[in-house]
């Protein structure tokens, strides 16, 4: 048990160190087929295998990202030149990471855009697999909404605090470390003062629950989204609002024990996701952990378009340039505009992975 202790410690302390990051390519096939079908590019294993080996042979991208998070199809896949893509993500320092969730299912009983978790049933044998094979953390993502009448209620925040805390349990048992992801959509009107009370009610809930999972937070990451304003609402908060309501919030409610509270992107643009976080960096707060990024969308919308099926020099030199940004903003030395970008919307009502 103190063995394993030392690992996950070890691994959640390596997967937040200083200046990196994660890069999230657990796409679902369905929502990478999405992203593939914004450049024409078809959903085939062949293309995926294209597009994640591309991502995963960007010389120096280990100076940037500490780990990535894979779909269960890249843990398994091997790059075209048939070594593994868990073997090309080692020879670049970086850490492979699986997600484990099954997907959001309709929470009977709650209000109808409310959501559980699926995925706890056959999860040791999973996760016990998955370090078999190289991963050494897993993600489970965990999502609720903010509307006008009545959500999040109660239940769905019990039930996806309890869901969460359960995964990290088991997964600890396998060695793997667990990002707890209860994102918070975007989705709504409301303002960012909402926003941050539903937050902490959140927050304190999933850290209830994992002391009752006896959770070992030193072997944990947290994935919150930021404390923003609802992405229907005209009055947008500033950079500083952001930055300044998101660190009160997670001093607030996130223990000292945690080592790195690695944001999400969710819809945000790439370059308010590198100006957001290089604020938080760049003001004084209470919490010691670090505050970094574990970006999907924000990471891969320029590359993706740069790349276009094909143009591996292009794609790459794009993924290093926002992994650059957000290395420099993970310690508050990000200066705005500094690195090319796109300006796509990414935001997606009720986007799923
Ligand atoms: P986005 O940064 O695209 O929100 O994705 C991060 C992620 O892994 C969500 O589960």
């Not at 995926?48 to 940037?64: D, I, P, V």
């Not at 780990?67 to 993500?89: C, N, R």
Request: net charge negative; charged share 25%; hydrophobic share 35%.
């Amino acid at each position: 048990m103190i063995k394993k202790q030392d690992e996950l410690r070890e691994t959640a302390n390596r997967l937040a160190a200083k200046g990196k990051g994660l890069l999230a390519v657990d796409e679902s096939t369905p929502t990478i087929g999405n992203r593939l079908a914004g450049i024409n590019v078809e959903n085939t294993e062949e293309n995926r295998q294209a597009y994640r080996g591309m991502l995963f042979t960007a010389e120096g991208l280990g100076e940037y990202i500490s780990g990535s998070i894979l779909f269960e199809e890249t843990l398994y896949q091997d790059h075209v030149d048939g070594e593994s893509m868990v073997a090309k993500l080692d020879k670049l320092g970086i850490i492979p990471g699986i997600k484990v969730d099954k997907g959001l299912r309709p929470l009977a009983g709650a209000h109808k855009v409310e959501t559980w978790c699926q995925g706890l049933e056959g999860l040791v044998e999973r996760t016990g697999e998955y370090y078999e094979r190289g991963a050494r953390f897993a993600k489970w993502r965990a999502v609720l909404q903010i509307t006008a009448d009545g959500c999040p209620t109660n239940l769905a925040i019990k039930e996806n605090a309890w869901g969460l805390a359960r995964y990290a349990k088991i997964c600890q048992e396998s060695g793997l470390v667990p990002i707890i992801e209860p994102e918070i959509l975007m989705d709504g009107d409301h303002t960012i003062e909402r926003t941050a009370e539903v937050q902490e009610r959140v927050l304190t809930e999933v850290y209830k629950a994992c002391a009752e999972n006896g959770v070992f937070l030193e072997g944990t990451l947290l994935k919150p989204s930021m404390t923003v304003s609802g992405a229907d609402n005209t009055d947008k908060a500033s950079p500083e609002e952001v930055a300044n309501t998101t660190v009160r919030t997670m001093d607030r409610c996130v223990p000292a024990a945690v080592p790195g509270i690695m944001f999400l992107s969710g819809g945000l643009t790439e370059e308010d996701a590198s100006v957001y976080l290089n604020t938080m960096n760049s003001i004084d707060r209470k919490g010691p952990w670090s505050v970094t990024f574990s970006y999907g969308r924000a990471l891969q919308q320029s590359c993706l378009q740069a790349w276009k099926g094909n143009d591996l020099e292009a794609g790459q030199k794009a993924l290093m340039a926002r992994s650059q940004a957000n290395s420099e903003a993970s310690t508050g030395d990000y200066v705005a505009g500094s690195q090319p970008s796109s300006q796509d919307t990414l935001f997606e009502a009720g986007y799923k992975y």
